[in-house]
């Protein structure tokens, strides 16, 4: 792990200290402090629970004492609590009106989803990416497979009778893709992070190497996967692999957004994160609000050939925490500058679990409206499909307007 830090020019990292730290250090008291009775509370029952098999305890993940443990050294947690780089008041609950509107299933596509079963060459490609459903990609890069934020359970939830179902099949499991190079991780929220995909992935694909922000290690170790095979980065720190003579730098951005699968949010770290390999770079947002601190990452790490981006799952009541499609261009612009039309613009994080009150459609109606405004190429796969980047061709652009007779 390596620190870029001294890439930095003044002013870019803003430092961790003064009024920043003490606002942060004020909240992350109060808040960690009563959660953490209501924790201390059931967390011998669960721990009870997780050691005998029980999978919601288990899908919980790490303990409070081993999350701690394992961002002790983080610069930018406070009391072992991380926080934005701006203020973010948490967001708030889903209200009943908004409950009831999700009821009505606005967010249900009126259609089938059409979901095409990907087919991967022995030898990964140049530069591509096929969409799995939600944020989760299959990254080929400079000939190497990096899989973002697996996801191929049925529910993105501690247990599988209930929580956000999946809205179409799922393309491939685990043991269907192929070697996986790499398993890449933005942060610990459960439709970002699954344990039955966890376990898959480490048994099914041995070589698999984990790339995680610091706190997440520690779910992945509570779950079996060993130590050796994990690599963190906090923000403003890298990972630097070599994957069969290919070096791969993974730099670990800011994100604005949260943590937490438990009772106590925050005790690991969220990411997004800029792959850098010898030939191509691709941005991955994971999720996040609207910061413009996004333009640091782009003047130091930037222009991309591939700019991964969440386009869904927001409302007015929770706007710190994800983008809308129109703020997700924008994103795309400090990302790439200049080169915002020669990056393509890749959506994830919608149509594929039911998280907010927004039509299924929505947010790529949205989005093709503001990108083509913008001048910014952009590329709808269905769940499946694949795009060659260099090219422009492939199954991801085969049927671009398929979202259409589903909405």
């Known amino acids: 792990m390596t620190s870029i830090r001294s890439l930095l020019s003044d002013g870019v990292a803003e430092p961790v200290g003064s009024a920043m730290v003490r606002g942060r250090r004020a909240a992350a008291r109060l808040g960690a402090a009563g959660a953490q009775l209501s924790e201390t509370a059931f967390a011998g029952a669960v721990d009870l629970l997780a050691d005998r098999g029980f999978a919601p305890a288990r899908a919980l993940g790490a303990t409070h004492e081993d999350l701690l443990a394992a961002t002790a050294g983080s610069a930018f947690?406070?009391?072992?609590?991380?926080?934005?780089r701006e203020p973010s008041p948490p967001p708030t609950r889903p209200t009943v009106s908004m409950s009831l509107q999700m009821a009505r299933n606005p967010g249900v596509p009126s259609a089938p989803v059409p979901v095409l079963t990907p087919k991967f060459d022995a030898e990964p490609a140049d530069l591509a990416a096929t969409w799995l459903g939600h944020a989760s990609v299959l990254l080929e890069i400079d000939g190497v497979r990096v899989l973002t934020d697996p996801v191929f359970s049925k529910r993105c939830s501690p247990t599988q009778r209930i929580g956000p179902q999946r809205m179409h099949a799922l393309p491939a499991e685990v043991g269907a893709l192929g070697p996986v190079d790499i398993v890449l991780i933005s942060h610990d929220h459960y439709d970002h992070l699954d344990m039955a995909t966890i376990d898959a992935l480490a048994a099914l694909q041995p070589q698999a190497q984990f790339v995680a922000p610091i706190?997440?290690?520690?779910?992945?170790r509570s779950w079996g996967v060993p130590a050796e095979r994990i690599h963190t980065a906090d923000w403003f720190e890298r990972v630097t692999l070599d994957v069969r003579?290919?070096?791969l730098r993974f730099h670990a951005t800011p994100a604005r957004h949260f943590s937490g699968r438990g009772l106590v949010?925050?005790?690991?770290?969220?990411?997004?994160?800029?792959?850098?390999?010898?030939?191509?770079?691709?941005?991955?947002?994971?999720d996040t609000g609207f910061t413009e601190r996004y333009a640091e990452t782009g003047e130091l790490l930037g222009p991309f050939d591939l700019t991964i981006m969440a386009i869904g799952a927001y409302d007015p009541l929770w706007p710190?925490?994800?983008?809308?499609?129109?703020?997700?261009?924008?994103?795309?612009?400090?990302?790439?500058?200049?080169?915002?039309?020669?990056?393509?613009?890749?959506?994830?994080?919608?149509?594929?679990f039911l998280l907010a009150p927004h039509t299924w459609a929505?947010?790529?109606?949205?989005l093709l409206t503001a990108a083509g405004g913008a001048g910014i190429p952009v590329v709808?796969?269905?769940?499946?499909?694949?795009?060659d980047v260099g090219s422009?061709?492939?199954?991801?652009?085969?049927d671009p307007t398929w979202w259409e007779r589903c909405a």
């Open 77 to 84: 947690a406070v009391d072992g609590v991380f926080g934005n």
């Open 215 to 220: 706190g997440v290690d520690a779910h992945l």
């Open 245 to 247: 003579g290919t070096q």
């Open 265 to 286: 949010r925050n005790l690991s770290q969220w990411v997004s994160w800029v792959v850098v390999g010898p030939r191509h770079r691709v941005f991955f947002s994971g």
């Open 320 to 352: 710190d925490v994800h983008v809308n499609p129109e703020e997700a261009v924008v994103l795309h612009r400090l990302l790439n500058g200049p080169a915002k039309a020669e990056s393509l613009f890749f959506p994830i994080h919608w149509g594929t």
């Open 362 to 366: 929505d947010p790529v109606q949205r």
């Open 380 to 387: 709808v796969p269905r769940p499946g499909a694949a795009a």
């Open 392 to 398: 422009r061709t492939g199954t991801a652009f085969d």
